[in-house]
Nanobody, 127 residues
Framework: QVQLVESGGGRVQAGDSLRLSCTAS????????MAWFREAPGKEREAIAA????????YYIDVVQDRFDISRDSTHTTLFLRMNDLTPDDTAVYYC????????????????????WGQGTQVTVSS
């Protein structure tokens, strides 16, 4: 089973950018579908972006669509989330997750489809 470790979180000002990384060990990410989730204080964990390995399709929720970018490195060991123009509403613990199951436009946001999770990295955005 793949082990995942997130990094790159921190405290930033509104309008700043961050790049989160999710490094895998145990197996490569080349044939895994992957996603980023976040959990804000007092809120449920939500999916924000996903990457499908079969065709490179990516999915985003509306509030991050034009600001965040999910990508993989060429060695298939790291997943990234580039976050631009951050706002206080982006404050949360960010998690990466993987699944061997098919994801689609209607299923990528379902947390129960993902089998492996990292421990999370905190992102705090102040105004």
């Amino acid at each position: 089973q793949v082990q995942l470790v997130e990094s790159g979180g921190g405290r930033v000002q509104a309008g700043d950018s961050l790049r989160l990384s999710c490094t895998a060990s145990g197996r490569t990410l080349s044939d895994l579908n992957m996603a980023w989730f976040r959990e804000a204080p007092g809120k449920e964990r939500e999916a924000i972006a996903a990457s499908r390995w079969t065709d490179g399709a990516t999915y985003y929720i509306d509030v991050v669509q034009d600001r965040f970018d999910i990508s993989r490195d060429s060695t298939h060991t790291t997943l990234f989330l580039r976050m631009n123009d951050l706002t206080p509403d982006d404050t949360a613990v960010y998690y990466c997750a993987t699944t061997e199951r098919l994801i689609s436009r209607t299923t990528w946001r379902l947390s129960e489809r993902y089998a492996s999770w990292g421990q999370g990295t905190q992102v705090t955005v102040s105004s």
